[in-house]
Nanobody
Framework: QVQLVESGGGLVQAGGSLRLSCAAS????????MAWFRQAPGKQRELVAV???????DYADSVKGRFTISRDNAKNSVYLQSNSLKPEDTAVYYC??????????????WGKGTLVTVSS
């Protein structure tokens, strides 16, 4: 019913930048919060950044000052501008969204992830 598709991952050298994108499609009324999570090998999945429907944001301490989350409600999309990347940022990044479905349920959906690799 709802699909989230991430793009923008890839290989980048330390100190470089990437812009991740996630677009939601399918049958739904609206989207509440949208977020980016990441998971490194052998690590727990962690919240990187979140943005609510009004544009308020929050970030993990490890990315504050380097990453910026934004959204375009007209495009049902969320973005993550990642600057000054470090090898520790290497992970699969997942898009998450709480959507309001056509039957007015609130459901969380996940994208399949996009790999970010930061070389030293």
């Amino acid at each position: 019913q709802v699909q989230l598709v991430e793009s923008g991952g890839g290989l980048v050298q330390a100190g470089g930048s990437l812009r991740l994108s996630c677009a939601a499609s399918g049958s739904f009324v609206g989207i509440n919060a949208m977020a980016w999570f990441r998971q490194a090998p052998g690590k727990q999945r962690e919240l990187v950044a979140v943005i609510n429907s009004g544009g308020r944001t929050d970030y993990a301490d490890s990315v504050k000052g380097r990453f910026t989350i934004s959204r375009d409600n007209a495009k049902n999309s969320v973005y993550l501008q990642s600057n000054s990347l470090k090898p520790e940022d290497t992970a699969v990044y997942y898009c998450n969204a709480e959507v309001v479905t056509r039957d007015y349920d609130r459901l969380a959906y996940w994208g399949k992830g996009t790999l970010v690799t930061v070389s030293s």
